[in-house]
């Protein structure tokens, strides 16, 4: 069955569709998070209503201190909540807590993930959601019914993968793995961000794999500026401003590349 993430008639700039942007990343730790929360600041402070999904357990998540304190949710499992609340820029944020301390410093199993339902219950009139994946997408769509994987196979609702590059020729590699994993999904062209860098350099195409070219062929990739809010494992809630001009671009990039891509109907 599939949930709705917002009411027909309440979802802004997409004419009453509401739109998923979901940022996967190779390889991990280079920057997604903070990638992650620049893009749902610009999407709330160009009027669309948003929420910030984290899907990082809470002990590696850049994302515990990125709001104030809001109510929580149960879940079907009951180790977990979703805790809410609410950045300066006015998105919404919503991240995993357990009141096991066990689970609040060991590791995570990705059956504990709640499901984009879960996730989705607990919005309200949200028309942008930015989920940030947090799991290594090869390894979750090889999995068999894993949480963070439904996000990408079979999505709730019209969903544009926000694919971040790390500039290193290890980092080229391992976006055209990914590219790979998620060539199973009905998913549009990619929007491709390179963080840590004023301009996009050489190196990505020279580097690039058949399937990362074919993606750069049909989009412009993004560069994020370089700033220690990058480098930092928590983040605060103030919107970063540098990258306030990047994540606009992303949104834009995000609507073209849904536009362009005809979705399939649920059943």
Known sequence: ????????????????APRIVIVVLAPLRCGATVVSAAVADAAAMSARTTTLVDLAPPYRSGLTLATDVGGTHVTSTPQVRLR????????????????????????WGRHLVPGPGEWCAAMRGTDTVVVD???????????????AAAWLDGPVAPTVPLLVVESSASGVDRAEQLLAALARCDLPTPVVVVPRVSKVPDLIRSAAGPRLLAVLEQTTVIPIPNDKQLACAVIGPQPIRMFATAGARVLQAADAALAAHPRKEQP
Do not use: C, H, K, Y
């Open 133 to 147: 994946l947090a799991w290594p997408v090869s390894e979750e769509l090889a999995g068999s019914g894993s949480p």
């Open 84 to 107: 809410a609340g609410i950045r300066a820029s006015g998105a919404s944020v919503l991240r995993m807590e357990s009141g096991d301390v066990a689970l609040q410093t060991q590791f």
């Open 1 to 16: 069955m599939t949930t709705s993430i917002a009411e027909p008639g309440n979802a802004g700039a997409n004419e009453g």
